[in-house]
């Protein structure tokens, strides 16, 4: 990898930094060296998770969060030797280091394979209204607004196919003509793209019962399930990895929100006593994302054309034993919901999604 320097950051520097460096340098992972360039440690996209659910925000020096017995190998190590390594460890990158452990490159797995395709389908739920768009979308659906010169769900694939997701499924109902006939079955954008056409609105999990009868096949392999009004740089691979290891059989993917009160706040007693004051402080929230990770069984728990929303999915699963689980998107991620946002999402394309 060339630019492996840019990976390249010291212990006393901020997990922000860190976070800059992963989502920059493109090797998703930071490099923690001492002054004389040898290895100490190294920062992943899971550290910076792990920091996020244990402590609510970044603010600390990566020494604290690194991990100090980093995997490396020798800078004359063979193509053979660093798959090996990077396949028996199941990681996706490693520092090349010489005899004093000065680190000397970095070895990406992406850069030694084509991607890898996935045996796991991609149900987008397209079929809204995009009311709070209009007049946009009133010769239009939402996710074929343009954003960045093309249509929005035309990213959103482009995106998925460029980490193995291929098999995709497109749940439609308003104006879904315009939508099959932009993507046909999907060759001419390196996916495989099947329709489930809703007779009524289905909310976003409604139609999840109708995706087997659309398949080749039984469902064999977790579904990633995904609103079709969302433009981010989530990695899905790390996110299903993040599934498999919790055991979980729902997975949402969650995004830190702050809300920042612009007075004084009083706390204030049953008896109207001031138990004191905090001036202008700052709430962290975990909001839905509108991407999940599921397991096939769940699919028995939606209703037949009722309307169904996810979250109620995942309320169904609580209820039914199912383990749910929340997964960090620290990511570039936006939801088109309003026309503020969509304006946002022109202006911030070129610099995000250039490579898309």
């Not at 860190?18 to 040898?38: L, P, W």
């Not at 690194?66 to 660093?82: G, N, V």
């Not at 099947?194 to 096949?217: I, Q, S």
């Not at 004051?277 to 037949?304: C, W």
Request: contains cysteine; charged residues 20%; negative net charge.
């Amino acid at each position: 990898m060339k630019n492996w320097p840019q990976m390249l950051t010291r212990p006393d520097a901020s997990l922000v930094e860190a976070a800059r460096i992963i989502d920059s340098a493109g090797g998703q992972i930071a490099i923690v060296t001492d002054e004389n360039g040898r290895l100490l440690g190294t920062v992943t996209d899971a550290d910076l998770r792990k920091a996020i659910l244990s402590t609510g925000h970044l603010n600390h020096h990566c020494s604290q969060f690194m991990s100090k017995s980093p995997l490396s190998l020798p800078e004359t190590s063979s193509h053979a030797d660093c798959m090996a390594m990077m396949r028996n460890n199941h990681i996706s990158q490693v520092p090349l280091v010489d005899d004093a452990r000065h680190v000397t490159g970095v070895v990406i797995l992406d850069e030694l394979l084509s991607p890898e395709i996935l045996p796991n389908t991609v149900v987008i739920m397209a079929g809204g209204l995009g009311s709070r768009l209009a007049p946009l979308t009133e010769s239009r659906p939402k996710p074929m607004l343009d954003v960045g010169g093309r249509p929005l769900l035309e990213t959103i694939i482009s995106v998925l196919c460029r980490q193995g997701f291929i098999n995709i499924v497109l749940s439609v109902n308003y104006k879904a003509k315009m939508i099959r006939d932009h993507f046909g079955d999907g060759s001419d954008f390196g996916a495989h793209i099947k329709y489930v056409e809703e007779a009524k609105r289905l909310g976003t999990g409604g139609a999840l019962h109708l995706v087997p009868k659309v398949l080749d096949g039984p469902l064999n392999a977790d579904l990633i399930v995904m609103n079709g009004d969302i433009l981010s740089k989530i990695d899905l691979r790390k996110m299903l990895a993040f599934h498999e290891i919790h055991r979980s059989s729902a997975t949402m993917a969650v995004k830190q929100y702050e809300v920042d009160v612009p007075y004084g706040v009083v706390q204030v007693d049953s008896d109207h006593r001031i138990l004191g004051m905090t001036e202008k402080p700052k709430h962290r929230h975990f909001i839905n994302s509108g991407i999940y990770a599921i397991s096939p069984q769940l699919i028995d728990l939606v209703p037949r054309d009722e309307y169904f929303d996810m979250p109620t999915l995942f309320s169904c699963a609580r209820a039914e034993g199912h383990g749910t689980c929340a997964y960090p998107l620290r990511e570039y991620w936006i939801d088109i919901g309003h026309l503020d946002d969509y304006e946002r999402a022109n202006l911030e394309f070129d610099e995000v999604f250039s490579k898309a």
